[in-house]
């Protein structure tokens, strides 16, 4: 079962994105993009007609990591071991093929700075795979090591994931800066990597996001991206090292 005590919710609606608070969200909210089901996961969506922000570029329903009282928690990595863990099935992606579906954020300031990924782990359909049965796919992490890097890579993590399969995946970020992303599946191996920030990464401040995120915005509105999460935690423990 998902506890949605410490998220709230962003969704892509017509005229303009709407943020679902965390109060809000836990008294059953269900709607076009969002839903329960009776084994107590969650289902996200995200048309690839819907609105979104200038710093997302694309449509998504995504959690965002809250308080208890649906603040907004934002924290420094010298501050905490922090964790985000997920068990999680990929029922459908754009036609593009690709759906980030974890992240770590940055929080835009006064200055300028604009909301921005330290992270995103993204499941991406193998082109390959296209007209054959069954459809896979692979998780793929884009990490900026620098603030100001500009061009990602994306490093493959995993691959042989089918849609609708299930597997898990876990972001840490230790006090020292070391950013770890591990990816499990049921028989089907797993994948990690480990890499150490810039130092200039520790004044600034991050939250958790999961969800869908498509990385795609042309096509009908029954296209898209849909995540069902079985499991979704975030820990953060001031006082390991």
Known sequence: MVDLAEWNLTIPE???PVVIETNVLNRNYRSDYFYRTPDGSVTLWAPVTGRYTPELNYPSTELRETRPDGS???WKYEDS???MQADLRVNQVPSSGKMIIGQIRTVGDSQGTPDSALISLR???DP?????TPVTGQVEALIRTKPDTLKIPPQI???NIPLDGPFSYELRLS???VLSVRLFTHGRGNGELSVQLDQRWASYHLYFKAGAYVEDKEGPSTEGGKVTFNRLVTMHQPNNR
């Open 128 to 132: 390959t795979m296209e007209g054959k």
């Open 72 to 74: 907004e928690y934002n």
């Open 81 to 83: 071991v922090s964790l």
């Open 157 to 159: 993590l995993l691959r």
């Open 123 to 125: 499941y991406r359909l």
């Open 175 to 177: 006090r020292t800066g």
């Open 14 to 16: 017509p005229s303009s």
